[in-house]
């Protein structure tokens, strides 16, 4: 089957680090994403990783990726209140559509 | 390069009127996806076509939805009559070719208000 889930929301401290996490059902996914959506606009891609990894880091984001479990994670280091959005996790199936989560509220507080 | 262009930004009908929203994709990008944002959920795919054939449809309500690439290149995506849950963002996205990591590549969106 095709579902994703997130947790709905998140509220962290300016300057500490953010951890999103969600799980996924189809164990065929080639790769997995992150996106960012900010209030009224549309979403835009933070990172990807490859199925067939476990980690991947690019500058503060840190991608971690169970495939046993089907959970995925994204930890943002040192917060900032830009990053307040909605993050939307997404899998890549083999018919190439992205199956999106229902994403999560980050809240960034000073 | 142009992002993906998607007209008009805001729309807003009466229950069983009709509406029309416009996608130009990326320059080159074959493959194409009209998605439905309703608020307070992710991204739902309505459509995805490849150049100006259909790859899947199965979550279009066909009874009122449709949609149409003729030239492989821009793409038209039409309800009628409107109900009142068809209130939502509409995200066109576009991709180069499948077989690479697959990114999508989102417009603004078209925001539709059924009244």
């Known amino acids: 089957g095709e579902d994703v889930e997130q947790s709905l929301f998140l509220s962290v401290r300016e300057g500490d680090s953010s951890v999103i996490n969600c799980t996924y059902t189809?164990?065929?996914?080639?790769?997995l994403y992150w996106y960012k959506q900010e209030p009224g606009a549309g979403l835009q891609l933070l990172t990807y990783?490859?199925?067939?990894?476990d980690m991947k880091q690019d500058q503060r984001l840190t991608v971690l990726l169970n495939k046993k479990d089907k959970h995925l994670s994204l930890r943002i280091a040192d917060t900032q209140t830009g990053d307040s959005a909605i993050y939307f996790c997404a899998e890549k199936v083999p018919t190439d559509k992205l199956i999106f989560g229902t994403g999560t509220r980050l809240q960034v507080f000073p | 390069e142009a992002g993906v262009a998607q007209s008009p930004r805001y729309k807003i009908i009466e229950k069983r009127q009709s509406v029309a929203f416009w996608c130009n994709p990326i320059s080159g990008h074959a493959t194409l996806y009209w998605y439905q944002q309703i608020l307070g959920q992710g991204p739902k795919l309505l459509i995805q076509f490849q150049n100006n054939g259909v790859v899947d449809d199965s979550q279009l309500p066909k009874d009122r939805f449709s949609a149409e690439r003729l030239k492989g290149v821009d793409s038209t995506l039409k309800i009628q009559p409107a109900k009142l849950e068809d209130s939502a963002v509409y995200l066109c996205a576009s991709t180069p070719t499948s077989g690479y990591t697959g990114e999508l590549f989102f417009g603004e969106g078209s925001r539709l208000t059924v009244l």
């Open positions: 990783i490859f199925s067939n990894m």
């Open positions: 189809d164990s065929s996914s080639t790769y």
